[in-house]
């Protein structure tokens, strides 16, 4: 079965604004996901380095991401799903995405 990694962006102010009820509701829903097999990890990110070795001709690190976002990382999940269509559906109600924020959903191409 195909695999997706996904990445939920969100801040407190969002978090913030959106009903308990619904808040609740979504981290149920991330139990779930955990429960039926998804590898889940939630927090909000610190501040990232970037790591290079080109040619494995020595270590080189940056601060700062390579990506950049107006939302704070706030979680990565790696789910299995038959299609990218079924990966967005099980993450539509994760906190992320219920809470004022986004989830992306990336699938894993298989390498040789």
């Known amino acids: 079965m195909p695999t997706f990694v996904t990445i939920g962006y969100g801040d407190r102010e969002g978090y913030e604004r959106t009903s308990p009820q619904v808040r609740a ?12 097999g998804a590898v889940s990890l ?6 990232p380095v970037q790591v290079r070795n080109h040619d494995a ?16 990382v706030a979680g990565f999940a790696v789910v299995e799903a038959t299609d990218a269509e079924e990966a ?21 191409a298989e390498t040789p």
């Open 25 to 36: 509701a979504a981290h149920e829903h991330d139990r779930h996901l955990v429960h039926t």
């Open 57 to 72: 001709a020595g270590v080189s690190t940056s601060e700062g991401a390579f990506l950049r976002s107006a939302l704070p």
């Open 42 to 47: 939630v927090g909000v990110a610190g501040e």
């Open 88 to 108: 967005a559906r099980l993450v539509s109600g994760t906190p992320c995405a219920v809470a004022h924020g986004v989830v992306e959903v990336w699938p894993l």
